[in-house]
């Protein structure tokens, strides 16, 4: 694998569709220099989620078309070996033509960021330079301003979350489906961090409130970005927490307790309450 020369092809070849899907996984496959390739067309056609014979059909649209060509290096891959595929078993070796990769510039849009970088490298941007001057102090602290890198300079990984987080935002509004995406997106980006957690936070209270009021037409996602009207929500009610009634806390006595503890109790009011107690269950089994 040569992640090198897949960040070639993505930013400088001139193909699209099957041609660059094809280019994409050769280079996922060979090394630096664009040799050690000998796939079988079955797994090419795999890797490319296409049909053996559009395989084959994109492989040749990449190889040189005469030995003209070849010597030209106008071509994306060649065979470099086991051209009629040798014995059974055997594949051919292909080769990418990285030094066409290198002769070629950069698609525009990859230009301009990576002028971002060249810029951003000579002021210091990237990595925040001190700011403040010597004050002559040993112990001085010098202040760095931070700054929130390209997005173009972001792992993948932040910029899929980000973009994440606005669809799912954006689809949950009801006028998203009339909406202007771009629009949108445009005012989710002059958002700060937490501005954007709290405006898909607070979303569904804003439209209940446009609901209780009996009003038919919701602004669009954008409006509502750019007005922050979530602010002007009252704060959400904090749930009170009830503490559940306790078995084991301690019982006040019935006042026949407090007497027999006190010893006001004789024997005959004990024998005399037991047996009008008897009689009760007794009377009550009779009736059932």
């Known amino acids: 694998m040569s992640i090198d020369v897949m960040n070639k092809v993505i930013q400088r070849a001139r193909v699209g569709g099957s041609k660059l899907t094809c280019l994409l996984v050769m280079a996922n496959w060979c090394d630096d220099e664009g040799n050690s390739l000998y796939p079988s067309i079955d797994l090419l056609a795999e890797a490319m989620r296409v049909s053996r014979s559009q395989a084959q059909r994109v492989l040749h649209a990449l190889m040189p078309k005469n030995s003209e060509d070849e010597s030209a290096g106008i071509w994306w891959l060649r065979v470099t070996g086991n051209e009629k595929g040798g014995a059974p078993g055997t594949t051919r070796r292909y080769e990418l033509n990285v030094a066409r990769l290198d002769a070629m510039a950069m698609l525009p849009e990859f230009e301009k960021a990576a002028e971002r970088r060249r810029k951003k490298g000579k002021t210091g941007r990237i990595h925040a330079t001190p700011r403040s001057v010597k004050t002559g102090r040993m112990d001085a602290t010098l202040g760095v301003a931070w700054v929130r890198p390209d997005s173009s300079e972001e792992p993948s990984e ?129 009736g059932r």
Do not use: C, M
């Not at 804003?206 to 009252?234: C, D, M, N, Q, T």
């Open 158 to 286: 932040v910029r899929e979350a980000r973009a994440s987080e606005f669809e799912k935002a954006y689809r949950a509004w009801p006028t998203s489906p009339t909406d202007s995406r771009a629009d949108a997106l445009a005012a989710w980006n002059e958002l700060t961090e937490d501005e954007k957690r709290e405006a898909a936070f607070e979303a569904d209270r804003v439209v209940a409130v446009f609901k209780s009021v009996g009003r038919k037409h919701i602004s669009g996602f954008a409006k509502y970005l750019r007005e922050r009207r979530w602010k002007g929500l009252p704060p959400r009610e904090v749930p009170v927490e009830r503490t559940p009634p306790r078995d084991d806390l301690p019982r006040k006595p019935t006042r026949f307790e407090q007497r027999l503890s006190a010893g006001a109790v004789d024997q005959a009011e004990v024998d005399r309450l037991k047996a009008e107690l008897l009689a009760r269950y007794a009377t009550e089994d009779a």
